[in-house]
């Protein structure tokens, strides 16, 4: 370490043995073991050691090039009781190969740092962390290693049994409960290789479960599973469990970015691995999880950040890597949804003529009005480039050259409900969003290979808030609450701001092939976009996963929509759409639209040939969402659904557009209704909503030539022949007027969304037209649609 260390007090351990370190200078007193200590310690064929530790330190400290990080209220000794020890037995041996062998048991230890501080920001603090566990394993220790004879090689397995691992601020805390683990490494290399210290782990086995993932809001109550008031057991956001086998290389090397600090360079290959997240016994599962990944100079220094603040910084050079889920199960059945893989690059690139980087600085404090302690994570971060694919019934869609950048701050504080100088807190972990500065871009869509043509898709996903491009400037927060609608689960409230939006909702690619160029499309820009969710609840149902919100209300103020270019496009004008929803959800559920019939009506492969459809039999993988958005009735100004279109606005000085200056459009309290009062309380009931079911498949798709003579690849065909994929021709793909059922087999395959939008009532109270200087005047008085049943089969693919 950087700087000397100094413990307050040591508490006596059970077998009498006492030592005490004092501080600059280090210092150790040495004391001879008294008759009842060397009473415990027996070697026949070893030597065993049995002791009771208690140990206490007010602080320890790392000081790197001058700045110093600081661990306060060190504690190791007793998970049950604070004042007491922690039970250890040693068994040493060694075998006949000269290793050195260590048997050991540990029961009832916590080790627990009361706070962390940094010594450039004395005032606030990252919080506490505590772990319990008790452990029963062996370490082997013999010389030489895999690069030569100097090193060591070490054999190690154990298991941990009564597990807690928390995190404590202002008296709240989130914990993992009941945790256990097995862990086996065998053959692990330790050696010094130059200047570098290389550790090799060439196969790392494990298994592990999270009981619970708890939450307190009662200073009295720590690292403790029930209530100390009323006896009952904290609330559980579910349980956690996996298994994994990989192998690891790893190389430390002293110095930081700048002089002092520490150098990690390390590539681990996952080879197998699985994660569940239960919820009241149901389960979400990604398993057959492989991949690897690499990362190449991950600095860690105590530093200052871009703003002069104290920190501690994890800086990276760079990290590359890919993931492969082969199957992701949800619901009460256990029904896949389909495999999922991920490639990306973490790398220095620059957005927009700014050049980012990838970097952590970690700070204390949180939030200021949550209290002293919490984090504040300075970040910085620059995906150079992802591609995320998704597979179900062996037929594949790419989600090709996704980039993301931005520069910010993240709070994390936990917190318990209340307001404090005018902020609103609720129970839970608060993650916070501070000046965030951030966006991102998808070039397109690939169907069927890494190679395919890019096409688009992507708008198809905007009913799911998912934009092909959007950057943005973001403050607020999203605070996680333990409990679901019922029993374990998550409940989430937020309140989030975004400002000088632009966001696509079509665009083109940004790459074609031969570099950049200025993205098109259809833009909503100069946009500032509030939104506030109250209890809404994430669970794991029979179904699948259902997402219901309590109460939610929102204010979106598009300044210009534009087509072309973001910046200088034509504009269709202002839009504010403003959106109040109570009792809205989503669930989604395993398995796409199955059986359909495109182009046509019948449910039967014969009665959708006659009606000159094509019977497609998507499969039993896919994805299902189903929506649910009950509007409700205005209550006031800021709670209501409505929508607004602003033309002919006045120019400022500058050329901008002022808003509220121009004739606009207004459909006034937008709200749904079951169409009457069915529950006798005087008033309608609201419980259907606007229904939405989009489900979501990987499928080969019928798509005919809309003109005679060659298309834009030089193919020829004629009005109305299909689209047959044949890899011995040039383009990839020929026309056929009459496919046989073999050339049928070779449709190009699309990115399919089957729709089915429904409601039984949706009314608009007013349609006002206003003028800037003669004010509203009330168009229509009242509109009511009923009965609306629309369904829809798109498919994306490529266009020549």
């Known amino acids: 370490m950087g700087a000397p260390y100094k413990i307050k007090q040591l508490a006596p351990m059970a077998t009498g043995l006492f030592c005490a370190v004092l501080a600059s200078p280090v210092v150790a007193d040495m004391k001879s073991l008294d008759d009842s200590t060397l009473a415990n310690i027996s070697g026949q064929s070893g030597l065993s050691v049995e002791l009771d530790l208690g140990l206490t330190a007010d602080r320890l400290s790392y000081v790197d090039d001058g700045n110093g990080i600081h661990l306060d209220g060190f504690r190791i000794g007793s998970a049950v009781d604070p004042s007491g020890q922690a039970f250890h037995l040693i068994r040493i041996d060694v075998e006949e190969d000269a290793s050195l062998n260590l048997d050991y048991l540990v029961k009832d230890r916590r080790i627990e740092f009361g706070d962390i501080r940094l010594a450039g920001a004395p005032g606030v603090s990252m919080g506490g962390i505590f772990f319990d566990h008790s452990l029963e394993g062996y370490l082997n220790i013999r010389q030489g290693s895999s690069v030569g004879g100097a090193g060591y090689t070490f054999d190690s397995a154990y298991t941990m049994t009564g597990g807690r691992l928390g995190y404590r601020t202002n008296g709240n805390e989130v914990f993992l409960d009941d945790i256990t683990m097995n862990v086996e490494a065998l053959g692990v290399n330790l050696d010094v290789v130059g200047d570098t210290l290389a550790l090799n782990a060439p196969r790392i086995t494990g298994d592990w479960e999270v009981g619970a993932i708890r939450y307190s809001s009662n200073p009295l109550n720590h690292g403790v599973s029930v209530d100390s008031g009323n006896g009952q057991p904290l609330p559980s956001y579910g349980s956690l469990s996996g298994s994994y086998e990989l192998s690891s290389s790893t190389s430390l090397t002293a110095g930081g970015r700048s002089a002092e600090g520490l150098r990690i360079d390390n590539e681990t290959v996952i080879h197998s691995a699985s994660f569940l997240y239960r919820d009241d016994g149901k389960a979400l599962a990604l398993r057959d999880i492989t991949g690897v990944y690499r990362i190449n100079d991950l600095r860690l220094d105590v530093a200052t950040d871009w703003q002069n603040r104290s920190a501690l910084a994890l800086t990276l050079g760079s990290m590359d890597g890919e993931f492969s889920i082969g199957a992701i199960e949800v619901g009460g059945n256990g029904k896949n949804i389909g495999q999922v893989n991920v490639s990306f690059l973490l790398e220095d690139q620059v957005f927009n003529g700014r050049s980012y980087s990838n970097a952590i600085y970690l ?438």
Not at 414 to 421: D, S
Not at 517 to 527: A, D, F, M, R, Y
């Open 363 to 800: 700070q204390g404090g949180g939030h200021p009005d949550a209290g002293q302690q919490g984090l504040r994570l300075a970040t910085e971060w620059s995906l150079r480039l992802a591609d995320f694919s998704y597979t179900e019934d062996g037929n594949r869609v790419i989600f090709s050259g996704l980039q993301s950048w931005g520069q910010g701050d993240v709070t994390v504080n936990v917190t318990r409900e209340g307001v404090t100088n005018g902020t609103e807190f609720f129970d839970g972990l608060r993650i916070g969003f501070e000046d965030i500065r951030a966006g991102y871009r998808i070039n397109g869509l690939r169907v069927g290979s890494d190679d395919a043509p890019l096409q688009g898709g992507t708008e198809l996903l905007l009913a799911l808030g998912f934009y092909p491009a959007y950057e943005f400037e973001l403050d607020g927060h999203v605070t996680l609450g333990a409990g679901g609608a019922s029993g374990e689960g998550i409940t989430i409230n937020s309140d989030v701001s975004i400002r000088n939006g632009k966001a696509a909702i079509i665009a083109v690619p940004y790459d074609e092939g031969n570099g950049e160029i200025p993205q098109k499309g259809l833009w909503i820009t100069e946009l500032d976009y509030d939104a506030h969710v109250r209890d809404m609840t994430v669970d794991v149902s029979q179904e699948g996963l259902a997402v219901i919100k309590g109460e939610s209300w929102s204010t979106m103020d598009i300044g210009n929509l534009r087509i072309g270019d973001k910046e200088s496009g034509q504009s269709f004008g202002r839009f504010v759409i403003q959106k109040y929803e109570t009792g809205s959800s989503m669930t989604v559920v395993p398995g796409g639209a199955g059986d359909v019939c495109a182009g046509g009506m019948g449910d039967s492969p014969s009665a959708c040939a006659a009606s000159g459809g094509v019977w497609e039999t998507r499969g039993e993988e896919g994805l299902t969402v189903r929506l649910k958005q009950v509007l409700a009735k205005a209550i006031n100004e800021a709670r209501k659904n409505s929508l607004t279109w602003e033309t002919n606005r006045q120019s400022s000085g500058v050329g901008e557009a002022m808003n509220g200056t121009g004739t606009s459009l207004v459909l006034n309290d937008i709200h749904t209704s079951d169409g009457g009062d069915f529950d006798g309380d005087g008033v309608d009931d609201n419980s259907f909503g606007l229904r939405t079911d989009l489900s979501v498949d990987v499928y080969q798709t019928r798509v005919v030539k809309k003109e005679d003579g060659p298309d834009a690849m030089g193919v020829t065909g004629n009005r109305g022949d299909e689209k047959i994929m044949d890899g011995s021709s040039t383009a990839g793909y020929r026309y056929v007027s009459n496919p046989t059922l073999a050339e049928a087999d070779n449709r190009p395959l699309g990115f399919a969304v089957k729709a089915r939008s429904r409601f039984k009532e949706l009314s608009i109270n007013n349609i006002d037209l206003v003028h800037p200087v003669g004010g509203a005047q009330t168009a229509v008085y009242g509109v009511k649609m009923q009965n609306f049943d629309i369904k829809a089969n798109l498919t994306a693919t490529p266009i020549p």
